[in-house]
């Protein structure tokens, strides 16, 4: 991201849809994670993903939750992060490089695939 | 010559899916103890619909994205997911509608108790969601549907008195036996109907999962600004049948049966079975249509991969949600409680959450970052922002009015 653009990071990132190297829907940009550099400044190291992230940014109960349940599932409090360095692109989508089954962010999506969705017949034909 | 057939399919498309259960109830209920003088609510839900669903449908082609998708970007997280409650919620109720809706059509063709056809309802549902492709989908009930013009048909037969009946659309009289607060709850009633926010969710993602581009948005105004209008025909053919049939009789419409009864009368035996088919057609493609909002509204939301255009196993998250809300919704008919009860209630709430899903895309369509050069006209500009008036009277007014009028005794 050497080119010089001006991103506001709550309008231009959080909330924006990451797609993966194939056009595959990924996540939501649920939430950031920020570094400080030598000098002080903030950058942005990773997208945050899944309900860990956006339950905080939700707020209430609903939000603290959403957060319970996927830290108690998934046995950790720290959400499953996509480094920004997989970011090639940053438009109306958050394009990343790589494709979605080589980062680690879709346990759900996976979990369901395996136990549910993969057992009913035809799941692998594209209607 | 493609292209022509592609708009010609379109607007019949268009044509035929614009009437749901909500529209099929609200309409004749309110023909038959209305008489004509709420069609002017129909046709302002009507022009509301087109405005919206243009929008809704050119962002779509304009951006790739759904409706919802943009509503989280917009809203942010915390009043994006208030708004996915309350959307979701309404959305699960039609759907409810809708199921039963068909179980209720087909227990008119074959007197078997609408209960026990109301799993093999379910059943079909999801077979159809899981394993037929979207354009065939949206495409065969929408043709099919069509038949419903059978109650224009029937409305010509009654020979009616035409310049009496424009008088009475074009100079609204209420009833004297029935009440001011009645009156304006069932006007909201029939503008919810018209409006239902999932025809907006369907659109836009309907949008999405055929591949709609820049070029495709003169395609998709024709539709809407020919198709629509033309439903909403069908939908004021229903009331006025009522209201020519029914009225006179003293019967209120508390059944699917005498929503077709004066097509029977009119038109005879052979157009009552065209009308059921056009029932059946018609609530089990707006079935489809509701589920599938229910899982693209949630996957949205949360950035989920969703939509037909994927192998089930790419987007099994979106599916398990249409599988569940399917399920709850046989579920909810299942509790016995009256289909066309839930219905009434469905359209009401409709109305009540419009603002959530119509003031997003008003503002998304005249966003140039998203849009482009194809923002909103100075014209839709000024009509969408009446309507958001009108909607928000609408919505904060339609409780109040269910609660005082014992939802429309």
């Not at chain 2, 979207?134 to 224009?152: A, D, K, P, R, Y």
């Given at each position: 991201?050497?080119?010089?653009?001006?991103?506001?990071?709550?309008?231009?990132?959080?909330?924006?849809?990451?797609?993966?190297?194939?056009g595959?829907?990924?996540?939501k940009?649920?939430?950031?994670?920020?570094?400080?550099?030598?000098?002080?400044?903030?950058?942005?190291?990773?997208?945050?993903?899944?309900?860990?992230?956006?339950?905080?940014?939700?707020g209430?109960?609903?939000?603290?939750?959403?957060?319970?349940?996927?830290?108690?599932?998934?046995?950790?409090?720290?959400?499953?992060?996509?480094?920004?360095?997989?970011v090639?692109?940053?438009?109306?989508?958050?394009?990343?490089?790589?494709?979605?089954?080589?980062?680690?962010?879709?346990?759900?999506?996976?979990?369901?695939?395996?136990?549910?969705?993969?057992?009913?017949?035809?799941?692998?034909?594209?209607? | 010559?493609?292209?022509?057939?592609?708009?010609?399919?379109?607007i019949?498309?268009?044509?035929?899916?614009?009437?749901?259960?909500?529209?099929?109830?609200?309409?004749?209920?309110?023909?038959?103890?209305f008489?004509?003088?709420?069609?002017?609510?129909?046709?302002?839900?009507?022009?509301?619909?087109?405005?919206?669903?243009?929008?809704?449908?050119?962002?779509?082609?304009?951006?790739?994205?759904?409706?919802?998708?943009?509503?989280?970007?917009?809203?942010?997280?915390?009043?994006?997911?208030?708004?996915?409650?309350?959307?979701?919620?309404?959305?699960?109720?039609?759907?409810?509608?809708?199921?039963?809706?068909v179980?209720?059509?087909?227990?008119?063709?074959?007197?078997?108790?609408?209960?026990?056809?109301?799993?093999?309802v379910?059943?079909?549902?999801?077979?159809?969601?899981?394993?037929?492709k979207?354009?065939?989908?949206?495409?065969?009930?929408?043709?099919?549907?069509?038949?419903?013009?059978?109650?224009?048909v029937?409305?010509?037969?009654?020979?009616?008195?035409?310049?009496?009946?424009?008088?009475?659309?074009?100079?609204?009289?209420?009833?004297?036996?029935?009440?001011?607060?009645?009156?304006?709850?069932?006007?909201?009633?029939?503008?919810?109907?018209?409006?239902?926010?999932?025809?907006?969710?369907?659109?836009?993602?309907?949008?999405?999962?055929?591949?709609?581009?820049?070029?495709?948005?003169?395609?998709?105004?024709?539709?809407?600004?020919?198709?629509?209008?033309?439903?909403?025909?069908?939908?004021?053919?229903?009331?006025?049948?009522?209201?020519?049939?029914?009225?006179?009789?003293?019967?209120?419409?508390?059944?699917?049966?005498?929503?077709?009864?004066?097509?029977?009368?009119?038109?005879?035996?052979?157009?009552l079975?065209?009308?059921?088919?056009?029932?059946?057609?018609?609530?089990?493609?707006?079935?489809?249509?509701?589920?599938?909002?229910?899982?693209?509204?949630?996957?949205?939301?949360?950035?989920?991969?969703?939509?037909?255009?994927?192998?089930?196993?790419?987007?099994?998250?979106?599916?398990?949600?249409?599988?569940?809300?399917?399920?709850?919704?046989?579920?909810?008919?299942?509790?016995?409680?009256?289909?066309?009860?839930?219905?009434?209630?469905?359209?009401?709430?409709?109305?009540?959450?419009?603002?959530?899903?119509y003031?997003?895309?008003?503002?998304?369509?005249?966003?140039?970052?998203?849009?482009?050069?194809?923002?909103?006209?100075r014209?839709?500009?000024?009509?969408?922002?009446?309507f958001?008036?009108?909607?928000?009277?609408?919505?904060?007014?339609?409780?109040?009015?269910?609660?005082?009028t014992?939802?429309?005794?």
């Open positions: 991201m050497s080119a010089a653009r001006e991103f506001d990071l709550e309008l231009h990132l959080l909330d924006r849809q990451v797609v993966d190297a194939d595959r829907m990924v996540s940009v649920d939430d950031l994670e920020l570094n400080l550099d030598d000098g002080g400044n903030p950058y942005v190291t990773a997208i945050l993903v899944g309900p860990r992230a956006l339950g905080p940014r939700t209430g109960h609903l939000g603290r939750w959403m957060t319970a349940i996927a830290a108690r599932l998934a046995g950790s409090q720290d959400p499953p992060r996509i480094d920004f360095g997989h090639v692109d940053i438009g109306e989508e958050i394009k990343l490089g790589c494709r979605v089954d080589d980062l680690d962010v879709q346990s759900l999506e996976d979990w369901i695939r395996e136990k549910v969705i993969s057992r009913i017949p035809g799941s692998n034909h594209a209607s | 010559m493609k292209r022509i057939f592609g708009v010609a399919l379109g019949l498309t268009a044509i035929g899916g614009f009437v749901d259960i909500g529209d099929l109830v609200t309409n004749a209920l309110v023909g038959s103890r008489g004509l003088s709420l069609v002017w609510a129909t046709l302002v839900g009507v022009v509301g619909i087109c405005l919206y669903a243009e929008m809704s449908g050119r962002v779509a082609a304009i951006t790739g994205r759904g409706t919802f998708d943009l509503v989280r970007e917009r809203l942010g997280p915390r009043v994006g997911m208030a708004n996915l409650v309350a959307s979701f919620l309404v959305t699960l109720l039609t759907f409810a509608a809708e199921v039963g809706g179980a209720l059509a087909l227990e008119l063709a074959t007197s078997v108790n609408y209960l026990l056809i109301v799993p093999i379910g059943v079909a549902i999801w077979f159809v969601i899981w394993r037929v979207f354009s065939v989908l949206e495409n065969t009930f929408g043709l099919l549907g069509l038949v419903l013009i059978v109650f224009g029937a409305l010509w037969k009654l020979n009616p008195d035409w310049g009496d009946l424009f008088r009475q659309i074009s100079r609204p009289h209420k009833p004297t036996d029935e009440s001011l607060p009645v009156y304006f709850y069932y006007a909201i009633a029939l503008f919810g109907a018209a409006m239902t926010p999932y025809e907006v969710f369907f659109f836009s993602s309907g949008g999405v999962e055929e591949k709609w581009t820049k070029k495709d948005i003169i395609t998709e105004r024709v539709n809407v600004f020919v198709g629509f209008p033309l439903g909403g025909l069908l939908s004021v053919a229903i009331a006025a049948v009522a209201a020519l049939v029914l009225l006179p009789a003293n019967i209120q419409v508390d059944t699917i049966g005498q929503v077709g009864l004066p097509v029977a009368v009119a038109a005879g035996k052979i157009a079975a065209i009308a059921i088919l056009g029932f059946v057609a018609a609530t089990f493609g707006a079935a489809l249509e509701t589920g599938l909002s229910c899982g693209y509204t949630v996957a949205q939301y949360y950035g989920w991969q969703w939509g037909k255009f994927v192998r089930p196993k790419e987007a099994s998250r979106f599916h398990l949600v249409v599988l569940m809300a399917l399920i709850a919704a046989v579920g909810t008919v299942l509790t016995t409680i009256d289909p066309v009860k839930i219905t009434e209630y469905s359209v009401v709430f409709s109305a009540v959450a419009l603002p959530l899903t003031f997003p895309i008003l503002v998304i369509a005249n966003d140039p970052d998203y849009m482009g050069t194809e923002t909103n006209g014209i839709s500009n000024f009509l969408a922002s009446i958001l008036v009108i909607i928000v009277v609408a919505s904060v007014a339609a409780i109040p009015l269910m609660l005082y014992k939802a429309g005794q």
